[in-house]
């Protein structure tokens, strides 16, 4: 059974850097479409960003999170990573990695996926 465990969240000020990861075990990740949401306090989870098993990548809720966040995939090492820059203290959340069933594409809806990890917190603040 697939398992993920998440890692990297801390305390960063505004305009700063984090690499998050998901690490994949009791299956590899090859054929799994894998995302990332966050979560802030009071807020509804929202698709952050989506790698098929191809590479193929989308950037969610628009295109503010494309030109700052980059989500990246590493099948031999069985793992995602997402490497946030200039962050922005509406970025700040728990960040979790989930992963659909074998073969599907992205999707930014949480219903879509049915492997979920713990979450690592993120927060953004000076």
């Known amino acids: 059974q697939l398992q993920l465990v998440e890692s990297g969240g801390g305390l960063v000020q505004p305009g700063g850097s984090l690499r998050l990861q998901c690490d994949a075990s009791g299956l590899t990740l090859d054929d799994y479409t894998v995302a990332w949401f966050r979560q802030a306090p009071g807020k509804e989870r929202e698709g952050v960003s989506c790698?098929?098993?191809?590479?193929?990548?989308?950037?969610y809720p628009d295109d503010s999170v494309k030109d700052r966040f980059t989500i990246t995939r590493d099948n031999a090492e069985n793992k995602v990573y997402l490497q946030m820059n200039n962050l922005k203290t509406e970025d700040a959340g728990v960040y979790f990695c989930?992963?659909?069933?074998?073969?599907?594409?992205?999707?930014?809806?949480?219903?879509?996926?049915?492997?979920w990890g713990q979450g690592t917190q993120v927060t953004v603040s000076s």
């Open positions: 790698i098929t098993k191809k590479g193929a990548r989308n950037y």
């Open positions: 989930a992963a659909r069933e074998p073969n599907y594409l992205c999707s930014r809806w949480r219903i879509d996926y049915s492997v």
